[in-house]
């Protein structure tokens, strides 16, 4: 079963006046909605629910949902957070089962960059999608998906066949190799790339001045 169980109270009321009573009591008021049940309106206590939530494995995962005797396993979809003090003031549970399939969004996590030569050339790395849209199990929900960098040139796409995606694992999109970043070639590393480039070509001119009798001359010295 899941790591993190919510004990959760069932609220008589929604609206805005019933989730600011809940948060004056210590709480996040919340929604619990999915499978095929009407919604009902539940609070958390404000300091569990954070304590939870700052895990990093409550939004987007697969955990318990309990009030009274009752259990039920639920994903937490949404949190919404207060846009100065950063509180969290509303959150959002979907019913589910533990090996129902569903579509969730996860994070995309790049690795390895000090292991690209495009940056240390001046690249720079330009992510079109920080989440994907997935179909998983409930039960099988990966922490995110892992793009590797290592490899990459400038001017590289990084598109979802480029992930290897965990086993039971697919995007919801297919119909298309949809990207998910690109390596931009800046005005930095077009002139990196043209210096090396230079340097290369002059390395090569001044190997092709030396003549056949000198370089035969530097192997006898360096042999004796």
């Known amino acids: ?51 939870n939530l700052y895990t ?4 987007g995962h697969l955990v318990t949902l309990k009030y009274g005797e009752e259990t039920q396993p639920v994903i937490a979809k949404d949190v919404q957070f207060h846009p100065v003090s950063d509180k969290p003031l509303h959150f959002d549970l979907m019913r589910v089962d533990e090996d129902q ?4 969004e996860v994070p995309v996590h ?3 960059e000090d292991q690209c030569k495009a ?17 998983v199990r409930a039960d099988h929900i990966p ?11 400038l001017g590289d796409s990084i598109r979802i066949s480029d992930i290897k995606l965990p086993e039971g694992v697919t995007a919801t999109i ?15 590393a077009i002139s990196a790339a043209h210096d ?5 070509a002059a390395a090569e001119a001044a190997a092709a001045e030396v003549p056949a009798s000198e370089q035969s001359d530097e192997g006898e010295k360096s042999e004796g």
């Open 1 to 51: 079963m899941a790591e993190i169980i919510l004990n959760v109270d069932v609220r008589d009321g929604v609206g805005t006046g019933n989730s600011r009573a809940a948060r004056r009591a210590g709480s996040v008021p919340g929604i619990l909605y999915g499978g095929g049940k009407a919604p009902v309106a539940i609070s958390v206590n404000e300091k569990d629910f954070r304590k």
């Open 56 to 59: 990093g494995k409550l939004l």
């Open 101 to 104: 399939t569903i579509k969730i």
């Open 110 to 112: 790049f690795i390895n």
């Open 119 to 135: 940056f240390r050339q001046g690249g720079s790395l330009e992510i079109v999608r920080h989440t994907v849209e997935i179909s």
């Open 143 to 153: 922490e995110d998906l892992v793009v590797d960098l290592a490899g990459h040139k």
């Open 174 to 188: 297919t119909d298309r190799d949809f990207m998910i970043a690109s390596i931009k070639t800046s005005s930095a």
């Open 196 to 200: 090396e480039q230079e340097d290369a």
